[in-house]
């Protein structure tokens, strides 16, 4: 399967003909990640939902300086903008100048709305709309976590997708796409792929299909387009490489892998169980071990938020030897999930 068209950049149409529900688009800069999917929707007429993260942002893409048609009404000769449709959601409507002013013409293109605040829509209908896309989902560093980000995103397909295949209908078409900021993202979390993701990046393997789940995952590792830009001048600039391993190379550089280790459990002594994971103590040493695989008997807490403060609480002294870099983990799973209780 070739996930690329002629051009280079990401072949859209060809990954929505695989008829997968959940689609996770991740790859460097400018590959054609939103161009392609917006060029998509319009030239074959689908309305569908466009989403971002937060409501800042999605009023922000809804000004015309932010507007993501912008380059396509540049290249296609459109004219699609951006309407407020009430406080919390917009729409993209091909936008026409009546006395000097543009104004919306005709139905709704897309429906633009927020994670962070689709709850808030009772009554949603998007029943008309085919398609989900839910753009920038992966944040960048220094971004706000949204609480309980992977469940929102959850409640929101529900929201959209409401009772269609109950119906016999199919269900909405989902494409999420990002930039490789971090695989420890809470989507990746909350869907059980950062393993996927870390076996795909070891392996250098481009794209995963899940039939069983309905989830389509591609990782843009070997894009022309990225090579291309490899010889621009910001790329050509120099300092640091960890823009340019996340921006053209498709790496999730803000994760660390490094203390990855297969240890004998037999050699440790359960300490705590929180979530998914125990951590142990080596029975000679100062050391400490972080396995999914829990050997002998300990306290255990659970991954809800009462649980994750009570354990912090306590086990606080654990996270002094992550400082320290005396802890060792089975797998980068282990690391992930470590990171996320200790939030």
């Not at 990046?201 to 299909?209: K, L, V």
């Not at 660390?256 to 459990?265: C, H, P, V």
Request: hydrophobic share 35%; aromatic share 12%; proline share 3%.
């Amino acid at each position: 399967m070739n996930i690329y068209l002629d051009s280079g950049y990401v072949d859209i149409r060809g990954i929505m003909q695989l008829g997968l529900p959940f689609n996770f688009i991740v790859g460097g800069r400018g590959t054609g990640k939103t161009y392609g999917v917006l060029e998509a929707m319009e030239e074959d007429k689908r309305k569908f939902i466009y989403m971002r993260r937060t409501q800042t942002q999605a009023d922000l893409v809804s000004t015309p300086e932010f507007n993501p048609y912008k380059k396509l009404n540049t290249d296609k000769g459109w004219n699609i903008g951006c309407a407020k449709l009430n406080k919390m959601a917009s729409a993209f409507y091909e936008m026409k100048n009546i006395n000097g002013k543009l104004k919306p013409e005709g139905e709704p293109k897309a429906i633009l709305l927020a994670l962070s605040t689709i709850a808030n829509m009772r009554g949603f209908d998007a029943s008309d709309c085919e398609v989900f896309i839910y753009d920038e989902f992966i944040p960048e560093s220094h971004e706000r976590p949204i609480k309980e980000e992977g469940k929102a995103f959850k409640n929101a397909y529900e929201t959209i997708n409401r009772n269609r295949e109950l119906e016999g209908k199919k269900p909405v078409q989902c494409l999420c796409l990002s930039n490789s900021n971090t695989m420890t993202n809470a989507l990746f979390l909350e869907l059980g792929l950062v393993k996927k993701t870390e076996e795909m990046r070891r392996r250098g393997q481009e794209y995963s299909i899940m039939k069983e789940r309905g989830i389509g995952l591609f990782v843009l590792r070997d894009s022309e387009i990225s090579q291309k830009k490899s010889d621009t001048a910001l790329y050509k600039l120099g300092g640091s490489d960890e823009f340019n391993r996340m921006a053209l190379g498709n790496e999730f550089v803000t994760d660390e892998i490094g203390r990855i280790k297969s240890r004998n459990l037999l050699e440790y002594k359960a300490v705590v169980t929180v979530g998914e994971i125990t951590i142990y103590k080596h029975k000679s040493k100062t050391d400490l071990y972080v396995s999914t695989h829990l050997s002998g008997m300990c306290p255990q807490f659970g991954s809800g938020e009462i649980d994750r403060s009570r354990f912090k609480k306590k086990y606080f002294w654990i996270w002094s030897y992550y400082m320290k870099d005396k802890i060792e983990f089975e797998e980068y799973l282990c690391e992930i999930l470590f990171n996320k209780y200790f939030e």
